[in-house]
């Protein structure tokens, strides 16, 4: 459902709409092992090309699976819908719980779900960054008609109901890619999202 418009709906005349991306219209590649699928989301990458970080929607679909990063990675979890899914590493087994954030530290994870399971899949949010350096700050919150993003607000993702960002909007299912030098006031009616920011530019409110 969309938000109505209002006669201040915070659109500023000087910016242009954020980029709206549809999960739908991603490419799906395998995971390292079981039956499921990764869509990249978006990367932010240095001027080498180095990976910053990386943020991708994830299937899990057997009662397994196996997602491996690049060497001296670490992750960010977060659920999304579907069946309980327990993360597995070398230092913990722990049942992640629907938008709230489990961190990995480790570039491999392991993915496990009940044998007995409602059916369907597992959708997951993972954040993958590399461990030695400062990691994106990664936040869940519900939005309040008085919200406002930083400059350092790299990507929205809207976990429940809709947002609007100068003009643009996302519901669950899609994100909104954000200009980092400036702020940003989204708008949306109890609306649950989750934000990436550069490091050392959030400050929660």
Not at 43 to 68: M, N, P
Not at 95 to 108: N, Q, Y
Request: glycine residues 8%; contains cysteine.
């Amino acid at each position: 459902m969309s938000i109505p418009a209002e006669e201040d709906d915070g659109v500023e005349a000087d910016q242009s709409p954020p980029r709206v991306i549809r999960f739908a219209d991603l490419p799906r590649q395998p995971l390292d092992q079981g039956r499921g699928s990764a869509r990249e989301i978006w990367a932010d990458l240095d001027h080498d090309l180095t990976l910053r970080w990386q943020l991708r929607v994830v299937e899990i679909k057997d009662s397994a699976g196996l997602l491996v990063g690049p060497i001296g990675t670490h992750h960010y979890v977060v659920g999304l819908a579907g069946p309980q899914v327990a993360v597995r590493n070398s230092e913990s087994n722990r049942v992640l719980r629907r938008a709230h954030v489990m961190p990995v530290r480790s570039a491999t994870v392991c993915f496990e779900r009940p044998k007995l399971r409602p059916p369907g899949a597992s959708s997951l949010v993972v954040l993958t960054f590399a461990g030695a350096a400062e990691p994106p700050e990664f936040s869940i919150r519900t939005l309040t008609p008085q919200a406002e993003l930083p400059a350092g607000a790299q990507l929205l993702l809207a976990l429940r109901g809709t947002v609007r960002v100068n003009g643009a909007e996302a519901a669950p299912g899609s994100a909104l890619l954000l200009d980092a030098t400036r702020s940003h006031r989204p708008q949306g009616v109890s609306t649950h999202v989750l934000t990436v920011h550069r490091p050392g530019s959030h400050q929660d409110p």
